[in-house]
């Protein structure tokens, strides 16, 4: 039999996916699972995007120019501009969700072997980007006793090495909730600018901020307009994680001549897709408005039931819509499973991620899980309940 190839091996398993097969057999045996582990809204897409796909005239679905329909793109740039970030229609190139994004990012800006420095915890699936891309990630950690602020600038210079080509962020962070300020992300701009590396931010959950706090995105740093490439997706700010669709966003021309060569190679970003993000950008402030409420009382909602619970610490985000919490256990993997395997609470049980998965470092994140609040505040209390009362019986639990 051929051997499978070393990327295929060393491909790292989704940490947020892996557990399905023991949440299935769990819904088998008739138990009610709360999805706390995944950032699927259960917000309804906008009409006006279902309304476009629902009304196509066209009688043939061709294929689209290679960086996305103009129009589209054309359309974007006055949302952009409404953030206050001035674009030209050839510094964004429409790609197959964020994730095709970030891969064409480190392809196009690193060599194989070059090294990307992440704060962590990060989005577990950039490990497998990277893998794909042939790029180390070297992690920079940053903990949940300060609430996962930005590790120091010195802690970062400290990091950088002959192989450093780049830093990457995702501003509100996945999986923390963090909202990186603007003067940190001064710094950074200095970091960049003074070592010549790339600066990539993840912006995907920009519309999600809240206390009163805005994003400051990294396409309006001064100075290091070459070094910055921003990543953006319809995902969650239009509840279409679905239709499967990104933004790769620089003003660097080299980095976009590259990518588009990229783009050309698959053809195109899908027709349909497009017509529904197209339409979805003038979805009125009153839905964003609604959403954003609402995941500000989910927020609530299930922090504070959570840091109700002896031995749970979960710090309060600032933004997206996920959580790490600290738990008194010993093995969020081992956890997570017994949740699903073994554990139940008057027909119900919880699908958590395990923490593990989004930190690089050996041994980090071991008590930790990360919750995502896309569902009802109902089904959220439950959840937080069923957590409660499987922590009282774990035979794992570290606080007796």
Not at 67 to 82: C, F, H, P, Q, V
Not at 116 to 125: D, K, T
Not at 379 to 396: F, Q, T
Request: include cysteine; charge should be negative.
């Amino acid at each position: 039999m051929p051997k499978i190839a070393g990327r295929g091996i060393e491909m790292p398993a989704s940490p947020i996916r892996k557990l399905a097969p023991y949440a299935e057999a769990a819904k088998r045996r008739g138990l009610k699972v709360y999805h706390l582990n995944i950032g699927q809204p259960d917000i309804a897409t906008p009409q006006i995007a279902i309304d476009a796909v629902r009304h196509i005239g066209d009688r043939v679905f061709e294929y689209t120019h290679s960086a996305g329909i103009e129009s589209y793109r054309r359309k974007l740039l006055g949302y952009y501009s409404s953030l206050g970030i001035d674009l030209s229609v050839d510094d964004l190139l429409i790609t197959v969700g964020g994730s095709e994004a970030i891969f064409m990012a480190m392809t196009v800006c690193l060599n194989p072997g070059d090294e990307v420095l992440v704060p962590e915890p990060f989005y577990a699936n950039y490990n497998g980007f990277a893998a794909e891309a042939e790029v180390v990630i070297r992690p920079v950690l940053s903990t949940i006793a300060n609430d996962f602020a930005l590790p120091t600038m010195a802690e970062i210079e400290r990091q950088i090495g002959p192989r450093t080509r780049a830093i990457f962020i995702c501003n509100p962070n996945n999986p923390t909730g963090y909202l990186y300020s603007e003067e940190e992300l001064n710094q950074l701009r200095d970091i960049v600018k003074k070592h010549d590396l790339y600066l990539f931010s993840d912006e995907v959950y920009r519309e999600f901020c809240y206390d009163g706090h805005q994003q400051f995105s990294v396409l309006k740093l001064k100075g290091v307009e070459d070094h910055v490439v921003m990543i953006d997706s319809v995902s969650k700010r239009y509840s279409m994680c679905g239709v499967r669709l990104g933004t790769l966003v620089s003003r660097n021309k080299a980095v976009m001549a590259a990518a588009m060569k990229m783009a050309q190679a698959r053809l195109s970003p899908p027709y349909l897709a497009q017509v529904a993000a197209e339409a979805a950008l003038d979805t009125p402030r009153s839905y964003f408005e609604q959403v954003h409420d609402e995941y500000a009382r989910r927020r609530d909602c299930i922090v504070h039931a959570l840091n109700r619970i002896e031995g749970v610490y979960c710090p309060m985000p600032k933004g997206a819509f996920y959580a790490i919490v600290k738990l008194p256990i010993d093995d969020c993997e081992r956890f997570a499973q017994w949740l699903l395997e073994e554990f139940s609470y008057q027909g119900q049980t919880v699908m958590v991620a395990p923490a593990t998965g989004f930190y690089a470092s050996e041994g980090a994140g071991r008590d930790e899980i990360r919750i995502a609040y896309v569902i009802n505040r109902h089904d959220l209390l439950a959840a937080a309940r069923c957590l409660e009362e499987a922590l009282k019986v774990y035979p794992g639990r570290t606080i007796r």
